[in-house]
């Protein structure tokens, strides 16, 4: 099955900073990797997917990034705001199912 | 939102009773999972299902059974609870097949002591 390493657990910034997860995957047949926001005590939320014939999605401050070859995906988030402090998954298919990263805490710094 | 409603969304139990948790979508969506959701975890598989009757084991499946006997349901059950099912629960669905986002219900809350 697909093993999913995200990376780091933590993250701090300043406002207006950016910040970037990365994740590395296991599985080469592995074709759509999405990200999901997570508030406290909220749900996962989706925020932004790639499809692996493409190496690059932007959706206005955020961004992901695909190297196949390498087997890793990063998230990209510019000028950050308080309102992007959240825990952040990534996740990579197997089969009909996800396999999710452990979470980055982002904390903003106002 | 995506049409997903968990219930309930609080429950404190005790070790040994049985315990079942309801997800119920207005998607018609194939596609049906449960997840738990434990710190340092992140979300791990414990049952997808991929139609009516279609049900297959994730990654945390021992000591959970499920069940869907309509494409609207799908029943999560803790056959007799124990203190390590302590854990937020989470139903997702999926539309079809192949490289689809799943979008998930608002979580359950269980407490076992």
């Known amino acids: 099955g697909e093993n999913v390493e995200q990376h780091p657990s933590t993250l701090s910034v300043q406002e207006g900073d950016s910040a970037v997860i990365k994740c590395t995957y296991s599985?080469?047949?592995?074709?759509?990797f999405p990200w999901y926001k997570q508030e406290l005590g909220k749900r996962p939320q989706l925020i932004i997917d790639?499809?692996?014939?493409?190496g690059e999605k932007k959706d206005q401050r955020i961004a992901v990034t695909l190297n196949k070859t390498a087997k890793h995906f990063s998230l990209h988030i510019t000028e950050t705001q308080p309102e992007d402090s959240a825990v952040y998954f990534c996740a990579a298919p197997s089969n009909e199912k996800l396999t999710f990263g452990t979470g980055t805490r982002l904390t903003i710094i106002p | 939102d995506a049409g997903i409603t968990q219930s309930p969304r609080h429950k404190v139990t005790e070790t040994g009773t049985p315990v079942t948790l309801r997800c119920h979508q207005t998607e018609n969506h194939r596609y049906m999972y449960w997840y738990r959701q434990d710190p340092g975890h992140g979300l791990r598989l414990i049952h997808y299902s991929y139609g009516v009757k279609d049900t297959d084991k994730g990654e945390v499946s021992d000591g959970y059974s499920v069940s869907r006997s309509k494409t609207e349901d799908f029943l999560l059950t803790l056959e007799s609870a124990t203190s390590s099912q302590t854990s937020v629960y989470f139903c997702a669905i999926k539309s079809g097949t192949g490289s689809q986002p799943q979008h998930f219900g608002d979580g359950t809350r269980l407490s076992i002591l």
């Open positions: 790639i499809r692996s014939n493409v």
């Open positions: 599985d080469s047949a592995s074709n759509y």
